[in-house]
C-alpha cells in the first residue's frame, strides 16, 4: 500500500498544497485523499473527517506502514529522506533553503490571516496594512536574497530543479496572485515560474474542479 497523503479543499489550503508538491517533485509514489475543511455543519463533521486521520486535527496528514504524520515540514521532511534533492547539496545553500522553509512555516501570520489561500479568487489591488506591507517586504527580500546567491540561471530559488522552500513559497505566489499585489520584476518572474510549474498546474486543475466554497474566505 503506498502512502496516503491526507489534504483539505485544494483551492484553499496552503499546508496540503506544500507537502503535495514535495511528494509530487520528489517523485514518491502516493495517494491522495482530499477532505472538505469548513462548509455548513463542520464542527460535528470534524470528527469523521480531518480528527479521524489526524490527531493534530489539521492537513496535510501522511499516513504510510501503520504510522501517521501531520505536519507539512514534517512530511517534507520525510519525503526529503527518500528524495534528497528536495534539499539543495550544497551545505551553505541547504541551511539557507532551511531557514527560509522555517521562516515560512512559523511566520507570516498577517499575511496569511488577510490574504488567505483561494486559488480562485482574482481581487482588486488595493493598499495593505503596514503589518501585511511588512511581511511582504520581507518576502521579497527573502526570494531576492536566495535568488542572487544560489539560483544561477534559475528558475527557482536554488536552481533549476524545485527544492522544499519552492514548495513553500508556491501558496504565497498564489496569494499574490489572487490580491494583484505588485512585486519587484525579479520576484515576480520567480513567483511565475513557481505558478507554472507541472505539478502546481496539475494541483491547479484539480481545485479548478473543486465545488466547495469557503464564502467567509471568498470575501477577504
Ligand atoms: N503547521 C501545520 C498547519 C496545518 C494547518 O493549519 N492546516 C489547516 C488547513 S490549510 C487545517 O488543517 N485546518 C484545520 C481545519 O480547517 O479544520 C502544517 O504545517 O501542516
Not at 503535495?20 to 491522495?32: Q, S
Not at 528558475?155 to 522552500?165: D, E, K, N, R, W
Amino acid at each position: 500500500m503506498p502512502p496516503v497523503l491526507y489534504i483539505g479543499n485544494q483551492n484553499y489550503s496552503s499546508w496540503s498544497m506544500r507537502a503535495w508538491l514535495v511528494m509530487r517533485w520528489g517523485k514518491i509514489p502516493f495517494e491522495t485523499r482530499v477532505l472538505q475543511l469548513g462548509g455548513p455543519g463542520y464542527g460535528e463533521r470534524q470528527m469523521s473527517t480531518v480528527l479521524a486521520v489526524s490527531p493534530s486535527g489539521t492537513v496535510p496528514a501522511l499516513h504510510w506502514d501503520g504510522e501517521v504524520i501531520s505536519d507539512s515540514l514534517a512530511i517534507s521532511e520525510w519525503a526529503a529522506e527518500r528524495a534528497p534533492t528536495l534539499w539543495p547539496r550544497d551545505e551553505t545553500a541547504r541551511a539557507y533553503a532551511r531557514a527560509a522553509t522555517c521562516e515560512m512555516h512559523s511566520s507570516f501570520g498577517a499575511l496569511r490571516a488577510k490574504l488567505p489561500c483561494n486559488l480562485r479568487r482574482r481581487a482588486e489591488p488595493r493598499r495593505w496594512s503596514e503589518d501585511v506591507d511588512r511581511e511582504i517586504a520581507r518576502i521579497e527580500a527573502v526570494w531576492a536574497l536566495l535568488y542572487a546567491r544560489f539560483a544561477g540561471t534559475g528558475p527557482y530559488l536554488f536552481g533549476a530543479s524545485p527544492t522544499i522552500p519552492d514548495a513553500f513559497f508556491t501558496p504565497v505566489a498564489t496569494r499574490f496572485r489572487s490580491y494583484a499585489v505588485t512585486l519587484s520584476s525579479e520576484c515576480q518572474r520567480y513567483a511565475d515560474s513557481l505558478l507554472g510549474n507541472e505539478a502546481f498546474q496539475a494541483w491547479q486543475a484539480e481545485s479548478t474542479r473543486e465545488v466547495w466554497s469557503m464564502p467567509e474566505w471568498d470575501g477577504a
